[in-house]
């Protein structure tokens, strides 16, 4: 799936006139339709991101064909969409509670660790951490 946006748009444009013209190149799953308004509420901009399944040659041909042609009495520019602010942060998010799920998993491992010890018999086992070449206090 690609996300592509699209700008110079005219005002009078609709979703369905967007999935007809990229329809042709591949499946349209979304299109957002987007208009800037000024303080009276003229519009004077129009754009949109549109998500489609469609493979690196179809790609290649629709920006070829459709980019900087005029449709609609607008000229129409093409690229592929940088990724949203939502989207990253979602992705973040879910990065972060899969690290803390394996952070979990190895606390389990050093408790497994501690209770097999225990069983066989050792007492007061502590575990010390150190930085090769640091010095461990009790220790020559």
């Avoid at 591949?26 to 208009?35: A, C, I, K, M, Q």
Wanted: net charge positive; aromatic share 6%.
């Amino acid at each position: 799936m690609r996300r592509l946006y699209v700008g110079g748009l005219n005002h009078t444009v609709t979703q369905k006139d967007l999935k007809d013209r990229f329809g042709k190149f591949g499946e349209v799953l979304d299109v957002e339709l987007r208009t800037r308004r000024d303080d009276e509420g003229v519009p004077y901009k129009t754009f949109a991101y549109i998500n489609i399944n469609i493979s690196d040659a179809d790609l290649k041909k629709c920006l070829t064909v459709l980019n900087k042609s005029k449709w609609k009495g607008g000229t129409l520019q093409i690229e592929t969409a940088k990724e949203s602010f939502l989207h990253r942060l979602a992705q973040e998010r879910q990065e972060a509670a899969e690290h803390l799920l394996h952070k979990s998993s190895a606390e389990g491992k050093k408790q497994n660790l501690l209770d097999s010890l225990s069983k066989a018999g050792v007492k007061n086992f502590t575990m010390k951490a150190a930085v090769p070449g640091s010095e461990v206090p009790g220790h020559k």
